[in-house]
């Protein structure tokens, strides 16, 4: 398989997952699978949540694509890199520097990741199934980037005179 033809099927699938990820939160996971969903919802001392099981759905998937996907001849394997790389970076971005599950990385003071931290806020301000709001991980409302500039800019003051 051409190269460029690679790359492109790489990206349109992380770009789809977005959508995808979107589509799945709010009607199935908030949905018929809230069973599983739910302890993410939810505080509680376990390292591990029911929720963790969406990881393994994924991660399947994509091994499978690559398991039978020839070493990359074929375009579902890049199908498979697109959602591996895609689950990486929600991994980093929405348990990590979100959720704080491995202390590595401390909240981010630039903007995007900021707004992102935001919305995501205001999604688990309900704690029930119904009523939540922003289900996306990447794609983030304008209104929490404009909110989340407003806040660098009160600070930017404040740490030049320090």
Request: hydrophobic fraction near 50%; charge should be positive; avoid cysteine.
């Amino acid at each position: 398989m051409p190269a460029l033809l690679a790359v492109a099927i790489t990206l349109a699938t992380f770009a789809f997952m977005e959508f995808w990820a979107w589509f799945m939160h709010k009607f199935v996971q908030h949905g018929p699978l809230w069973v599983l969903h739910r302890s993410h919802h939810v505080r509680h001392p376990h390292p591990v949540e029911r929720n963790d099981l969406f990881f393994v759905i994924y991660g399947a998937l994509s091994a499978t694509l690559f398991i039978t996907g020839g070493n990359g001849s074929r375009w579902w394997f890049w199908v498979g890199v697109g959602i591996a790389a895609y689950g990486t970076v929600y991994f980093f971005v929405h348990d990590v520097l979100i959720h704080g599950r491995l202390r590595f990385w401390k909240k981010s003071q630039n903007t995007y990741l900021r707004a992102l931290n935001m919305a995501h806020k205001m999604h688990h301000k309900t704690t029930g199934r119904d009523g939540s709001v922003e289900f996306g991980l990447l794609w983030v409302s304008p209104k929490y980037l404009r909110l989340a500039r407003a806040q660098s800019q009160r600070r930017a003051p404040a740490t030049a005179g320090e």
